[in-house]
T-cell receptor, first 111, second 115 residues
Framework: SQQGEEDPQALSIQEGENATMNCSYK?????LQWYRQNSGRGLVHLIL?????REKHSGRLRVTLDTSKKSSSLLITASRAADTASYFC???????????FGTGTRLTIIP | AAGVIQSPRHLIKEKRETATLKCYPI?????VYWYQQGPGQDPQFLIS???????DKGSIPDRFSAQQFSDYHSELNMSSLELGDSALYFC??????????????FGSGTRLTVV
């Protein structure tokens, strides 16, 4: 069964606006990771938040984690056209090294 | 900095043929993971290796096999190819405890097209 499920599946916003993507998971996690994928390209690691952390920032990225609700959100501030991509959350699970990916959010930034 | 290298970048095979995908992890990374991503799908875990031994297995068909060699590079062998095997195949590498702090590094992938 899928661990990470993204919401929404597709999001279109104007350049300069903020984009928020949500992710829910099902079991206990060691960490929650976010990746970006440009069309047909590789997965690029964006940010990792550990299970004992609640919020983390990296540049224009802000990630929150709510382990009680088993959910995470990725906020991209001041979006740019280059942010257009698919964004995946992936759960790193205790005692298991592999990542389990969600279905992804397709983000389109309109210039 | 060196990244995860995958080869080839693109591969076209006919049904029932065999394909071999290669992955060269980041130096000093001892763990390799293989993922399959179908069109419009999320990446699905296939198999992983730690210190040249299989460490975990996911939804990998019996027609596929993989191994990690003494230099830590890995190869995914796919036989009796089917049209449904057409996908992007990603390799990722990591090292403990880095993966719990820094995530995984993915290669650019191999796009396999079965015709």
């Amino acid at each position: 069964s899928q661990q990470g499920e993204e919401d929404p599946q597709a999001l279109s916003i104007q350049e300069g606006e903020n984009a928020t993507m949500n992710c829910s998971y099902k079991t206990s996690i060691n960490n929650l990771q976010w990746y970006r994928q440009n069309s047909g390209r590789g997965l690029v690691h964006l940010i990792l938040i550990r299970s004992n952390e609640r919020e983390k920032h990296s540049g224009r990225l802000r990630v929150t984690l709510d382990t009680s609700k088993k959910s995470s959100s990725l906020l991209i501030t001041a979006s740019r056209a280059a942010d257009t991509a698919s964004y995946f959350c992936a759960a790193g699970i205790f005692g298991n090294e592999k990542l389990t990916f969600g279905t992804g959010t397709r983000l389109t930034i309109i210039p | 900095a060196a990244g995860v290298i995958q080869s080839p970048r693109h591969l076209i095979k006919e049904k029932r043929e065999t394909a071999t995908l290669k992955c060269y992890p980041i130096p000093r990374h001892d763990t390799v993971y293989w993922y399959q991503q179908g069109p419009g799908q999320d990446p699905q875990f296939l198999i992983s290796f730690y210190e040249k031994m299989q460490s975990d297995k996911g939804s990998i068909p019996d027609r596929f096999s993989a191994q990690q060699f003494s230099d830590y590079h890995s190869e995914l062998n796919m036989s009796s190819l089917e049209l449904g095997d057409s996908a992007l195949y990603f390799c990722a590498s990591s090292s403990l405890p880095g993966q719990t702090n820094y995530g995984y590094t993915f290669g650019s992938g191999t796009r396999l097209t079965v015709v």
